[in-house]
């Protein structure tokens, strides 16, 4: 690698001081004993090797065979040993070139492939970061315009793609799942739009609250989130009164029963619907409550106060005459079961009175029906004020009344209470600028002397009522049994 020396050369053994290279050298040996018999130094000749350098040359062989390796020289420098054996291998020529030279061209050549691998990965990473700048520069501009579209700076729309390898697959893909998005979003608003025109405009009103417990579990007072316009309607109370305050704060006079019926609905979970009647606002309402979440409820309330009242008025009617508010016969049934059950526990008399009013056809004809219709009301009117507290009267229809005397101690007490009915019935009415004269007559029947069903002690009165008229009116006359008292008053 760093020159060559002739083995043919007729001067080999006149060239002292030849060197191989810049600073290698040569040496004869003589593989018999080991003598230097030339070399590129002249102190060296006729010298022993080992008396020169103990290490040097130990890596060849003297048995004939050619080697290049690397060992000492006669100076005791690694070198490049390189031997050829001549004159049928009793001389050895022995080359030796310094390490540092021998490989110095390697070591050029190796820094030259360094320099070159070194040129090439700057050249491969600048190049792989243009492609890579190309690549993630898309990827890096459509991640910023997610974030301007997440944080609202944008509108959500879809990001431009002008490349058909994977990151335009990427953007392609993104865009679909863009426009998808868009289309369920725009039903989303289309539904909260129709969900708040509904909870806007809806007649029933709606309102959220929180419940809220004291330390045991148990609930005692619940906040509201959200009302509707209709829950204001409904209430008469504006959601700024409602709002973020509690329901004993906005009503302190409130059912305590209303907490606990919306407490176990958030505790069980079970929706229930109801009807009651909210004395602090005075109203009756319907009501469905259910729990969206935990330790929450909503309510869907409507007012059925107008309702209520018809019913009422429905139910009023059922048992009471139109004209005069008095118990009709239904009820007038009800409440001689009732007054017989008492009479019979407590051993007081009972009377059952059936009447009519006399001649009551001749005040339709002569004055009209509208006074004659007056004339009952004034009738109806005068026995309630003239009846005890525990006394009932009905109008069975027509001019036809009956009545129930009840905790009557003797009959006298009874003839005189009849005997004042009488008087006071028989007094003039004003009616519609006319005074008009009325009687009436009276049948009566004693319970529980006449121990009979109602139905019988009815029938019973209606016989004494029909002996008052033969008597003349303006009377009443008492039914014995066995026989028909004619005891009269008029």
């Not at 002739?6 to 003589?30: E, R, W």
């Not at 429905?314 to 009479?343: C, E, I």
């Not at 319970?447 to 303006?474: C, F, T």
């Amino acid at each position: 690698m760093a020159g060559f020396l002739s083995l043919l050369d007729k001067q080999l053994f006149d060239q002292t001081g030849a060197k191989l290279g810049k600073t290698g050298s040569y040496t004869v040996v003589s593989s018999w004993d080991k003598l230097i018999i030339a070399g590129s130094r002249e102190d060296h000749i006729l010298k022993p090797v080992a008396d020169l350098a103990p290490g040097a040359f130990t890596e060849l062989t003297y048995d004939g065979l050619d080697v290049t390796q690397i060992g000492d020289d006669l100076t005791g420098t690694p070198a490049l040993l390189s031997d050829a054996h001549i004159l049928d291998g009793r001389w050895l020529v022995i080359g030796s070139l310094p390490v540092a030279e021998a490989f110095a061209p390697i070591r050029q050549l190796q820094a030259q492939i360094y320099s070159v691998a070194a040129i090439i990965v700057v050249l491969v990473s600048a190049l792989m970061w243009a492609v890579m700048r190309r690549q993630l520069g898309i990827v890096t501009r459509a991640t910023l315009a997610l974030e301007r579209m997440a944080q609202g700076s944008d509108v959500l729309a879809p990001l431009p793609v002008k490349r058909r390898d994977e990151v335009g697959q990427m953007l392609h893909a993104f865009n679909a799942l863009q426009a998808m998005v868009h289309d369920k979003d725009v039903d989303l608003q289309q539904s909260k739009a129709r969900f708040q025109n509904l909870f806007e405009h809806m007649t029933s009103g709606f309102a959220l609250h929180e419940m809220i417990f004291d330390a045991q579990g148990v609930p005692t007072d619940y906040r509201f989130l959200e009302v509707n316009p209709a829950f204001e309607t409904l209430t008469n109370l504006t959601a700024h009164q409602l709002i973020g305050n509690t329901v004993l704060q906005v009503m302190p006079g409130l059912e305590r029963h209303w907490i606990s019926t919306y407490g176990e609905v958030v505790i069980s979970g079970q929706a229930i619907t109801f009807e009651d009647h909210a004395r602090a606002l005075d109203r009756w309402y319907r009501v469905s409550a259910y729990r969206p979440e935990p330790g929450k409820f909503a309510v869907l309330l409507e007012n059925i106060t107008e309702l209520r009242k018809a019913q009422d008025e429905l139910k009023h009617l059922a048992f009471h005459d139109v004209l005069t508010g008095l118990p009709n016969r239904t009820l007038f049934s009800d409440r001689m079961r009732q007054a017989m059950a008492h009479a019979k526990r407590s051993g007081a008399l009972l009377a059952v009175v059936y009447l009519d009013l006399d001649r009551f056809k001749f005040v339709n004809d002569h004055y009209g029906h509208a006074v004659g219709d007056l004339l009952l009301m004034e009738v109806a009117a005068r026995f309630n004020n003239d009846l005890r507290s525990g006394d009932s009267i009905s109008r069975f229809g027509g001019d036809e009344f009956a009545l129930l005397l009840t905790g009557l101690k003797s009959e006298s007490e009874l003839h005189e209470l009849l005997k004042r009915l009488l008087l006071h019935i028989a007094a003039p009415y004003a009616l519609a600028g006319q005074d008009v004269e009325i009687s009436m007559s009276m049948g009566v029947t004693v319970y529980p002397l006449d121990d009979s069903d109602p139905d019988i002690l009815m029938r019973h009165a209606d016989e004494a009522l029909y002996e008052a008229k033969r008597a003349g009116r303006n009377c009443f006359q008492r039914y014995v049994l066995g026989a028909r008292n004619t005891l009269a008053s008029r």
